[in-house]
């Protein structure tokens, strides 16, 4: 068996996430479906983490085992799979792997956008959380800095997740304006379940005067998720890109 990674994109709002879900349509049964039937054999498909329901991905992978050897240079494999698939998941680059390689495990940094629309647009509805009122970004960029000085995010995640620990090392995280757009970008070794709309909910309180970026930093200090804003809804974050060590490609 020779094993590969896929690279899809998908927008998340029909979808109860990546995982499969009992009685729920996921991202992960649907492209393991569009593989076993164009490849003519079983495909467990093995993802980089799991999404929330109705959150998106711009880039996202996933690897899985089969039994061709020379599967990344069919030409239309590509065309074949997006022709199954629904309109809102497209494959975009299928590479082979050493055996080990793993899309989760494998991967050193995660990069996540949260979008936020300042105006009422219909077009965006479905993929940003649209906010009425001045938010201060400076107030927001200064206190994201402080994500950099610390590694304990237990104030941001999901109660009762199962997670060994709530560390973190966070390499980036920002926020720019585009028009009337503005867009939280967060990169990382890896995160928490619902860590990044935790992080941006309470960062808008900061946006909003409601607290400082100093009293932003005690929140996380203090470990307690009660003491976080409410999370952001799904529909804004996207994961944008996954980053792998080189050497696992061959």
Request: a positive charge.
């Amino acid at each position: 068996m020779t094993r590969y990674f896929i690279f899809i994109s998908f927008k998340g709002t029909y979808y109860h996430g990546w995982q499969l879900q009992p009685n729920s349509k996921s991202v992960q049964e649907t492209l393991g479906e569009a593989l076993s039937l164009i490849l003519g054999e079983q495909i467990a498909v093995t993802g980089a983490g799991r999404t929330d329901a109705g959150v998106h991905a711009r880039m996202f992978c996933a690897h899985f085992d089969c039994s061709r050897c020379d599967l990344a240079q069919e030409n239309n494999i590509i065309f074949r799979l997006n022709r199954f698939l629904p309109g809102d998941i497209s494959v975009t680059v299928i590479r082979k792997v050493r055996p080990d390689a793993h899309a989760r495990f494998s991967a050193i940094s995660r990069t996540y956008e949260y979008h936020i629309s300042l105006e009422k647009d219909p077009f965006t509805e479905e993929s940003s959380w649209y906010i009425h009122g001045m938010i201060d970004t400076g107030l927001m960029n200064t206190a994201a800095g402080k994500l950099l000085l610390h590694d304990d995010f237990t104030s941001f995640s999901k109660l009762h997740s199962g997670n060994k620990n709530n560390i973190c090392s966070v390499y980036e995280a920002s926020w720019t304006e585009a028009g009337k757009t503005l867009i939280f970008r967060i990169r990382a070794n890896r995160f928490l379940r619902n860590m990044v709309r935790a992080i941006t909910g309470t960062l808008i309180d900061v946006g909003r005067g409601k607290i400082t970026p100093e009293e932003f930093e005690k929140i996380i200090l203090s470990r307690d998720r009660s003491r976080a804003g409410m999370s952001a809804p799904a529909r804004g974050l996207f994961l944008t890109d996954i980053e792998y060590p080189s050497g696992i490609f061959v």
